[in-house]
Structure formats: structure tokens, C-alpha cells
């Protein structure tokens, strides 16, 4: 958009509102900003205004798609992914800019727009988004990476509380006796022969998953 008016400006406000929900979302969201607490609480509040490089840096930082933040939104409107991303403080992007207006000048009423629409600045606005993309996906392969490894040592524990061992000298009893045909001992020694070495052979494929899940993300030549 080109031409800003006091009506956008009032859906930025109350976008801001459905983005930080609860009282402690403005604090998570300032922190993801790099900015004061108190400050964002007294923008959220209405009590100061902000510019629209304040804008575009809450859509970068928290992964909202391009002018998301133009459109009045509802609060089951926020994709979850962007959610999580407030929730846990994961920011996309590094905003480096300010929400201050430019002094001695209306935020919405510049003669001319806050951003440029000159092809060169489209291309940084372009490289920005596919970096802040990049940065989201890294955050969710690191994030899935960890998970997935706290999943498999736990796993790891379970599989050690598995003792087949400690089983033997009831079999041993149990195959001594006369209670049981031939065919009933064969097939219970054979059985928990199987279960022995299932539980081996899981414990090698937690070992190498683990392993797996500790080298460097990127692979290595020639794979």
C-alpha cells in the first residue's frame, strides 16, 4: 500500500492485541523484538504509537507472512507455527530497527511511503523473507532434531529395564521339571531365545539412531 491512513494503523493496533493474547505475550513478543517490556505493554496499551518498520519487523520476527499485519485478523487466525513461535520465544529473524515515528511527522502520513517500492528495495524485502524462511526451518529442524534424540534415550532407559537374563533360572526350573511336554520346552526356550535377541538387536538400532542424530546437520561429499 502506498497511501497510509489513521484506519491502518488502527488494524496494525489491534492486530498487535490478537498477536500478544494473554498479559505476558507482549513481553515474550518485546523480548523476540529486542525491546523493553514496559515499552511494548504501553504500545499494546495505546499509550505509544510505532511506525511501520515496527510492523514488518513483528511479521519477519515472529514468521507471519508478507502484510499479514494489513488485514484485520482474529485470533484463530494466527497460524500455529507462529503461535509456537511467541509461546516459546524462538524468534525468525533479528529486528534491528526502531518503532519510533519519525519525529515532527505523522507515522501514517509521510509524503512519501516508509518503505520503497523501488525494484532494489523489492529484492532486500524479497532476500529478507527467504532468509527469515530459512531461519524458521532451521529453528524446526534443530528443535525436531533434540526431540526426536530425548525420545530415543528414553527409550534407551526402557529397553535397559528389559532383562532376559534374570529369566533363565525359572526356565531352567521350569524345563527340569515334568510338568511340561518336550514340544511346550523347545518352544519356550526357543521363545525367549528370540525375545533375547530382539531386544539386542533394538538396543544396536537406538545406539545408531543416536548416533545418527549427532552429526552435523549438513552432509557429507559424495552422499
Known amino acids: 500500500m502506498e497511501d497510509f491512513d489513521e484506519t ?21 513478543l518485546a523480548r523476540m523484538m529486542n525491546f523493553s517490556p514496559t515499552f511494548m505493554k504501553l504500545i499494546v496499551a495505546g499509550q505509544r ?7 514488518r519487523g513483528i511479521e519477519l520476527v515472529t514468521g507471519l507472512p508478507p502484510h499479514w499485519m494489513d ?14 513461535a511467541i509461546d516459546e520465544e ?9 518503532a519510533h515515528p519519525a519525529p515532527k511527522r505523522p ?3 509521510g509524503p512519501e511511503p516508509l518503505l520503497s517500492q523501488t525494484e ?22 534443530r528443535k525436531n532434531r533434540e526431540l526426536l534424540s530425548q525420545d530415543l534415550r528414553r527409550l534407551e532407559r526402557q529397553l535397559g529395564l528389559l532383562q532376559v537374563d ?5 526356565v531352567d526350573e521350569l524345563i527340569a521339571s515334568d510338568r511340561m511336554s518336550e514340544a511346550a520346552k523347545a518352544d519356550l526356550t526357543g521363545r525367549l531365545e528370540q525375545i533375547d535377541k530382539h531386544v539386542k538387536l533394538l538396543h544396536q538400532h537406538v545406539e545408531k539412531l543416536v ?10 561429499l559424495g552422499e
Open 8 to 28: 491502518l494503523f488502527l488494524v496494525w493496533r489491534a492486530n498487535l492485541n490478537v498477536l500478544v493474547g494473554s498479559p505476558g505475550g507482549a513481553g515474550r
Open 49 to 55: 504509537d510505532f511506525n511501520e518498520e515496527f510492523v
Open 71 to 84: 488485514e484485520r485478523r482474529a485470533s484463530e487466525e494466527v497460524p500455529p507455527d507462529v503461535q509456537r
Open 90 to 98: 524462538t524468534p525468525m529473524a533479528v529486528f534491528r530497527g526502531t
Open 107 to 109: 507515522v501514517l502520513r
Open 120 to 141: 532494489a528495495t523489492r529484492r532486500v524485502a524479497d532476500i529478507a523473507q527467504q532468509n527469515a524462511e530459512a531461519n524458521r526451518r532451521d529453528l524446526l529442524f
Open 166 to 170: 534374570g529369566m533363565q533360572p525359572k
Open 211 to 220: 548416533a545418527l542424530l549427532s552429526t552435523p546437520d549438513e552432509p557429507e
